[in-house]
């Protein structure tokens, strides 16, 4: 098939390489010129473990190939236009659609200009004929990759395609950032949501040798599923910090309660982490942007809400822990390790590490941070005063305390006999991914903290 993905991001340019390797021609569009330059070189622009190799493969064997809007002849869409465009979160945490709307108001532009010159010169912009399902056929489909509030899509379809002759699938997808080539191409489900049958069976197929189950079904519902997923890991997430901080108040460990609630398996193990909470480019903004959905349909998800709210105090726990240890912060060095909102990415949106770094400095201290990919994003995200390094054992030279925000293989694995040695008295560590042994930790000297698994010793 011929396929266009637009927007070269985490998500479309997996989307893109992938589907390049299971044969398909694809066109990658994206409306950065440095972006395109960067993949027409083979080079992928941010750090994800294996897209390098899919990306140079796809290149190398002439089925994937990348172009700037205004590059792209109008005849060169294809049967399929995924768009994979950024929908960060507006101030009122609605999701700015605007991407979204560009990227979908550009495919029907590019049809009907098709369209015109099929037809002559006395054509005009009329719809194509309708198909048994009484949706146009002939046209593109457009296909959402991108996540949008419930609703969006009928309102594109409206807006932008049904005169163009396009129908629209919603494909909302779940890869995770870190191991989105193996999630591509391992999906535990694909959802596919449309009011065209014919389409949705088209996007179906495309999917189909991969195994998964396949939800078909309307296009709200398909945009509806992708929040769902979202809020109820979020909550996960939420419920076991609360959990944690309850631990820390009676003297349980967070740990072994999420070990022996996880074996249940209506419950399940996954996503009973205790830490600073969820951050990343997904979570925080779908889950923001179902409790505005929820506010616009005057109805208050008081749940989401408490979700929200125990995340955001979450992040700051190794201030009011360090604060509480040391009286005052003025003056002192703390080192952070983990600038990423997880390990294996350098994507550093909503990561806690860059809510409670300038909390940090703010109090006075003075601050240290390593990471092994996300330093050059987080720079400009920070306080100038922040010395930041790709060094865990840098940035804990000299520091009184460090916090642990990303459990990075190479800082819990790290020479912690060496860390020991470079920091300072009184040797506060704040786990906050309770990724370190706390025993190993308190015998080599540190005074340890963990979350909902002890105080500082
Ligand atoms: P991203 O910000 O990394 O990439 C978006 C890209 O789109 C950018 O390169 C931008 O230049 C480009 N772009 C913007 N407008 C465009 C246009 N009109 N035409 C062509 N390109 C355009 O975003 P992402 O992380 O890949 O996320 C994309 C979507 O997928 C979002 O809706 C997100 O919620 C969703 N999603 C993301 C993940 C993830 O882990 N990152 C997972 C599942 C779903």
């Not at 296909?143 to 002759?165: D, F």
């Not at 390790?337 to 997880?342: E, I, Q, T, V």
């Amino acid at each position: 098939m011929r396929i266009t993905v637009l927007g070269m991001g985490y998500v479309g340019a997996v989307a893109a390489a992938g589907l390049a390797r299971d044969g398909h021609q694809v066109l990658g569009i994206d409306v950065d010129p440095a972006k395109v330059e960067r993949y027409r070189r083979a080079e992928v622009p941010f750090y994800e473990p294996g897209l390098d190799e899919l990306v140079r493969e796809g290149v190398a064997s002439g089925r994937l190939q990348f172009a700037l809007p205004a590059e792209v002849e109008p005849g060169r869409l294809g049967d399929l236009v995924f768009v994979a465009v950024g929908t960060p979160s507006r101030a009122s945490g609605a999701a700015d659609l605007s991407q979204v709307e560009a990227a979908v108001a550009w495919v029907a532009e590019q049809h009907r200009k098709v369209k015109a010159v099929a037809a002559g010169p006395s054509a005009s912009a009329g719809r194509d004929p309708a198909g048994s399902d009484g949706l146009p056929e002939g046209g593109p489909v457009v296909v959402m990759k991108s996540t949008v509030p419930p609703g969006t899509g009928r309102r594109l379809r409206h807006r932008y395609l049904e005169t163009a002759g396009i129908a629209y699938v919603s494909n909302p997808e779940f890869l995770r950032e870190g191991s989105a080539v193996h999630d591509w191409f391992h999906p535990d489900r694909v959802v596919v949501g449309s009011d065209s049958p014919s389409a949705a069976q088209q996007v179906a197929r495309l999917f189909q040798h991969y195994g998964a189950p396949v939800v078909v079904t309307d296009t709200a519902t398909a945009e509806m599923i992708k929040y769902g997923a979202n809020a109820f890991l979020a909550t996960k997430i939420s419920f076991i910090n609360e959990l944690a901080n309850m631990c820390d108040r009676v003297g349980a460990d967070v740990e072994e309660v999420a070990r022996g609630i996880g074996l249940d398996p209506r419950i399940g193990s996954q996503f009973l982490r205790a830490g600073l909470g969820y951050g990343g480019s997904c979570f925080p903004k779908d889950v923001a942007a179902l409790d505005h959905l929820a506010r616009v349909y005057d109805y208050p998800f008081e749940l989401l809400r408490a979700v929200i709210a125990v995340n955001a105090r979450q992040r700051l726990l190794p201030l009011y822990a360090l604060r509480e240890a040391l009286g005052s912060l003025a003056g002192v060095r703390v080192a952070v390790l983990g600038l990423a909102f997880k390990p294996k990415t350098d994507d550093v949106r909503e990561a806690p590490a860059l809510d409670l770094i300038p909390l940090l400095v703010e109090e006075g201290a003075e601050v240290r941070a390593a990471d092994p990919q996300a330093v050059e994003r987080a720079r400009p995200l920070l306080p100038a005063s922040v010395h930041l390094t790709p060094s865990a054992l840098e940035a804990l030279e000299g520091a009184q305390a460090v916090v642990l925000a990303t459990e990075w293989d190479e800082f819990v694995r790290l020479d912690w006999e060496e860390a020991a040695r470079r920091m300072a008295e009184p040797r506060l560590v704040f786990d906050g991914r309770n990724a370190l042994d706390p025993e190993r930790m308190m015998a080599l000297g540190f005074r340890y903290r963990g979350v909902g698994r002890g105080r500082f010793t």
